[in-house]
């Protein structure tokens, strides 16, 4: 055995060996690449020089990467939806709505769940939400507890593959840099580059067709054991008006709207569209809870600050308000003076909503929860950079092409091999883990044959998807398990969950099958 191979196992074993032992993933993967440099180093196998590199990877990696930047603003917009109970009211309206159906409420909590997922992105506070709001009424209506935890963990997840999604954009970055490695090393010096919003598009048809299946199944129980989902027995009191259901509805949609309508449309790169989606939820946020406050006036300069929010693209695109324009006619100085007005509108709004969520101490939980949440995710990138860069130092990315190329079946061997050793992985590692250690290592070998980089991406995303309900470390079993009542027990949601893990084994099938799932919107949008 060469020493290469020699050293790339002992490092993936003292990497995979600190996780498991409890060390923070951050510092495992770090401490297990220096660890490693050392020991290559006293055997003659390592140049300390090489470490050399490790500042400028990390500052270009995190620091000045415009797409990560998204993340942090995706966090933020997420936990103002979260905290400002624009989530509660959702789940409540809807779940009014459909409880006359067979499984009505499971059925009501799966569209919630896609909901938020479009609108939020973060599994834990969709899980937490739901588990918290709709478990007890699902419980108390006679649903079986492993069918309810079953329906509510697998709802959370929706916020990994339904765009706009924080694992999209780690693997929007990661296949970037992939894809154009892996298309020099074959000659290809201008290849299309590969973007964060050509995995949002390339999501969205499974997304939405993994939430649909889920519902089907959820019908289905309905009509062939309606003992373990009742409908909803009648009650005059809970009657539910066309009103309230478009005072849920509008301020997911509206996030949706502006987000992923922004990305898709070719307005704003994912970055921007993050800027658009936090400072959107804020100001829904600040009108959900000047209502709860009594406070009209403010109600009323928030509602207006959001309509000027849709007025400024709009005078953008029929007039040109750029400063230095050369002609000014009377129609630019009229869309100048009103954009100008929007503006303060706007910035007044902004102002305002800060001052409700002071008001009602949301706003240091929201910054607090943001910057936890961000520091994690960032930490756990430099730690895998270190590592990455100690890989490749060993030879490592031979040795990965060597056994790939060894793997039968070829290419689609290959991607097979690689979806397995994911939902492997997902059962002991979080999906931030399992992105930057393998995609760094797999995909620029993957992508260098004719597989399209969307493709690879959904099925990658579908399959990190998976790992939040796989026993027994599936974070979503952990988020509901902490709020479920003592009545639920843990081996009602472990079977719970199965059922939903097979359908999302079938989608990710159907996917691998029909490419054209996860290519064909972004080939229609971007063509």
């Known amino acids: 055995m060469s020493s290469e191979v020699l050293l790339v196992s002992f490092l993936f074993l003292a990497a995979f060996g600190t996780v498991l032992g409890g060390i923070p993933v951050a510092f495992a993967l770090g401490g ?141 970055d990661q296949l970037s840099g992939a894809y154009m490695e892996a298309q020099r090393e074959i000659g290809n010096f ?73 990305i898709l449309a070719g307005i704003a790169t994912p970055t921007e569209a993050a800027g658009v989606g936090a400072t959107g939820a804020l100001l829904l946020a600040g009108l959900r809870l000047s209502a709860d406050q009594g406070r009209p006036v403010i109600r009323l300069l928030i509602g207006v600050s959001i309509v000027a929010a849709f007025t400024l693209p709009l005078l953008r695109s029929v007039a040109d308000l750029r400063m230095t324009v050369e002609v000014v006619t009377t129609w630019n100085i009229i869309c100048f003076v009103l954009a100008l007005a929007a503006s303060t509108v706007l910035a007044l709004g902004i102002i305002a909503s800060l001052l409700v969520l002071l008001r ?44 790939m190329e060894q793997i039968p079946g070829g290419t689609y061997g290959a991607l097979i091999a690689v979806s397995l050793l994911v939902f492997v992985l997902g059962f002991f590692l979080d999906f931030i883990e399992i992105v930057f250690i393998i995609m760094p290592i797999v995909a620029p070998v993957i992508l260098q044959s004719d597989i399209n980089p969307v493709w690879f991406g959904v099925l990658i995303a579908m399959n990190l998807q998976t790992s939040f309900l796989t026993p027994p470390f599936g974070f979503a079993l952990f988020y509901l398990r902490g709020v479920a009542p003592p009545e639920v027990k843990t081996i009602d949601i472990y079977r719970g969950v199965l059922p939903f893990i097979a359908i999302q084994i079938a989608a990710f099938i159907l996917v691998f099958s029909f490419p054209a799932l996860a290519t064909w919107l972004p080939s229609v949008i971007y063509r």
Not at 219 to 248: E, N, S, W, Y
Not at 378 to 393: C, P, Q, V
């Open 360 to 403: 009602a101490k949301f706003l240091d939980q929201i910054v607090m929860n943001t910057m936890r949440v961000s520091t994690l995710a960032f930490a756990i990138l430099i730690g895998a950079t270190i590592f990455s860069l100690i890989f490749r130092s060993f030879g490592g990315d031979e040795v990965v092409t060597h056994a």
């Open 32 to 172: 297990a690449g220096i660890w490693m440099a050392f020991v290559a180093q006293f055997f003659g196998l390592f140049d300390f020089s090489t470490f050399a590199a490790v500042p400028s990877r990390i500052f270009g990696t995190a620091m000045f990467n415009e797409v990560l930047t998204a993340v942090p603003l995706f966090i933020l917009m997420g936990v103002i939806m979260e905290r400002s109970r624009v989530a509660e009211d959702l789940l409540t309206n809807m779940g009014r709505v459909a409880k006359r159906l067979p499984a009505g409420l499971g059925i009501s909590v799966t569209l919630v769940g896609a909901l938020l997922a479009a609108s939020t992105g973060i599994v834990g506070a969709t899980v937490v939400a739901m588990g918290l709001l709709s478990l007890p009424t699902m419980l108390k209506q006679g649903y079986s507890p492993s069918l309810a935890s079953g329906s509510i963990c697998a709802a959370g997840t929706l916020g990994q593959i339904i765009p706009p999604s924080i694992v999209l954009v780690f693997l929007g």
């Open 190 to 262: 201008s290849p299309d580059p590969v973007s964060v919003g050509d995995l949002f598009a390339g999501a969205m048809i499974p997304g939405i067709g993994l939430a649909c299946l889920y519902m089907l199944y959820q019908f289905v129980i309905g009509l062939l054991r309606p003992q373990d989902c009742p409908p909803v027995k009648d009650d005059d009191d809970d009657i539910i008006t066309a009103g309230q259901i478009m005072f849920a509805l509008i301020p997911p949609i509206t996030l949706i709207i502006a987000v992923l309508g922004s």
